[in-house]
C-alpha cells in the first residue's frame, strides 16, 4: 500500500527533555551548533525507532530540529525575511485563552529555493529508518501568504500578488523536484488555512487584510496544484489541515462543509489528513464530496489531551464517516501533531505512544 497508511500521523512529535535542554543550552552559548546536532541526530534515532516499534508504516523525524512546523522551514527561502510579529493569534483551550504574537515574515526579495530546504534533515531521516517509509512534513505554499495577506509582500519586488503566487509555486516546484531527486516518496504540504477558512471568523479577517474572503481557498488549492504538477511519478502527496494547534489550544473551529466541494475535487493530492476529534470539526457529511481514488485520514484520536480514547468509540466513529464515503477509502490518525511548536502539546510521552499504539491497532481491526 502507497502512502497515506491505514495507521499514520501527522508528523511532530513531543521533544524529549534533553533536547530541549540542548536547545536552551545553544542558544546561550553553552554548546555550539555541531554538538546541538549531534544531540538531535541521538534523539531522531530515537523516536524513528519508537514509531517502528509501535507498528506504524511512515516515521518523521518527529520535527526534532525545528522550533516551528511552518516558519522554520519559510525562513529559508529565497527573498523572505523575519521580522518581529505585530499580529497577535488568540488559542483557545477549555480553561481560558493564549494570546501568542508569532514571529512574523516579510517578502522583499525575489522568491527561490537556493538549496533544498530541510534536505540534510530528510537524509539523515531516510537513513535512520528501518522499516518504515520516511515522510517528510512541510508548510504549503498558503502559508506564506495567509496570516500577512499582500502587507507582508514589498510591492517594488512584487507590484501585484500574480508575480508573487508564480515566482512562490516555482519556488515550491524546485524544492519538490530536488525532494524527488533525494528518493523522496512521502510528502506532505502542512495548511491550516483550508481548515481555518471554515471558520466565519477567519473570513471576516482575510477580508480585513485585503483578500478575497469567499474564494481564497479556491486560490490556495490552484497553486498547490501548480507547486505540484510535476512531481516525480512514486511520490505520494498529502496535506494536513487542522485550526490550530499551540501548547493544546486552537484558534479556529467550524466544520468542513465551506471548503469540502473544492478542496476534494481540485486538490490534487493523494490524501487528505483532516481533524475530527471533538465538536469544533462538525460532522463527517463533507465526505459525500470525496471522489474515487483520494484517501482521508481521520484525526479521531486528540493530541489536545492525555486521556486515551476508547477502541470501540474510534470503530464506531469509523462506521460512520464510512456512511459518506467508502470505509477502503478511509484511514486513521492523530487528529494533529504532538508538538506543532517546540513547546509542545500537554500530554506525557508515555501518553503520546498509547495513542499512537491505539491507532494501529484499530487500524488493525478494522482494515485488517
Not at 500521523?9 to 546561550?28: E, I, K, N, T
Not at 508564480?166 to 531527486?181: F, H, M, N, P, S
Not at 501518553?351 to 481491526?365: F, G, S, T
Request: charge should be negative; aromatic fraction near 8%.
Amino acid at each position: 500500500m502507497s502512502p497515506p497508511f491505514r495507521a499514520d500521523h501527522v508528523g511532530s512529535l513531543l521533544r524529549p527533555r534533553r533536547l530541549l535542554q540542548a536547545r536552551d543550552d545553544h542558544a546561550a552559548g553553552r554548546i555550539d551548533a555541531a554538538e546541538l546536532r549531534a544531540i538531535e541526530d541521538d534523539a531522531i534515532r530515537e523516536i524513528v525507532r519508537i514509531q517502528e516499534d509501535v507498528g506504524l508504516q511512515s516515521a518523521t523525524d518527529g520535527e526534532f530540529r525545528r522550533a516551528s512546523w511552518h516558519m522554520d522551514f519559510i525562513y529559508q527561502l529565497d527573498g523572505v525575511t523575519k521580522e518581529a510579529g505585530h499580529i497577535s493569534v488568540k488559542f483557545h483551550n477549555p480553561t481560558g485563552d493564549i494570546e501568542f504574537t508569532p514571529a512574523a515574515l516579510h517578502v522583499n526579495g525575489r522568491l527561490g529555493v537556493s538549496r533544498t530546504i530541510f534536505g540534510d534533515d530528510f537524509g539523515f531521516l531516510q537513513q535512520s529508518v528501518t522499516s518504515a517509509v520516511p515522510k517528510l512534513t512541510i508548510p504549503s505554499p498558503s502559508m506564506v501568504h495567509y496570516r500577512g495577506g499582500k502587507a507582508a509582500v514589498d510591492r517594488d519586488v512584487y507590484p501585484d500578488l500574480d508575480s508573487f503566487w508564480a515566482d512562490l509555486t516555482k519556488a515550491y516546484a524546485e524544492q519538490v523536484r530536488r525532494l524527488g531527486e533525494m528518493g523522496c516518496t512521502y510528502l506532505q504540504f502542512d495548511d491550516t488555512s483550508l481548515a481555518y477558512l471554515n471558520d466565519p471568523h477567519q473570513r471576516e479577517y482575510v477580508g480585513s487584510i485585503g483578500g478575497d474572503p469567499e474564494r481564497q481557498h479556491v486560490e490556495y488549492i490552484h497553486h498547490i496544484n501548480e507547486a505540484l504538477a510535476a512531481r516525480p511519478a512514486g511520490m505520494s502527496v498529502t496535506t494536513h489541515m487542522c485550526r490550530g494547534n499551540f501548547r493544546s489550544s486552537w484558534a479556529a473551529e467550524g466544520s468542513y462543509d465551506f471548503v469540502a466541494e473544492a478542496l476534494f475535487n481540485e486538490l490534487d493530492v493523494d490524501g487528505f489528513f483532516m481533524e475530527w476529534d471533538d465538536e469544533r470539526s462538525g460532522g463527517f457529511a463533507p465526505l459525500r464530496f470525496v471522489p474515487k481514488g483520494k484517501q482521508v485520514v481521520l484525526g479521531l484520536v486528540t493530541t489536545k489531551r492525555g486521556e486515551l480514547e476508547e477502541k470501540d468509540a474510534i470503530k464506531r466513529r469509523i462506521e460512520e464517516a464510512a456512511t459518506f464515503v467508502d470505509v477502503d477509502q478511509l484511514c486513521l490518525s492523530p487528529q494533529c501533531g504532538f508538538s506543532s511548536t517546540v513547546e509542545g502539546n500537554d500530554l506525557t510521552v508515555e501518553q503520546e505512544l498509547a495513542k499512537l499504539r491505539l491507532i494501529v491497532e484499530v487500524a488493525h481491526d478494522v482494515w485488517g
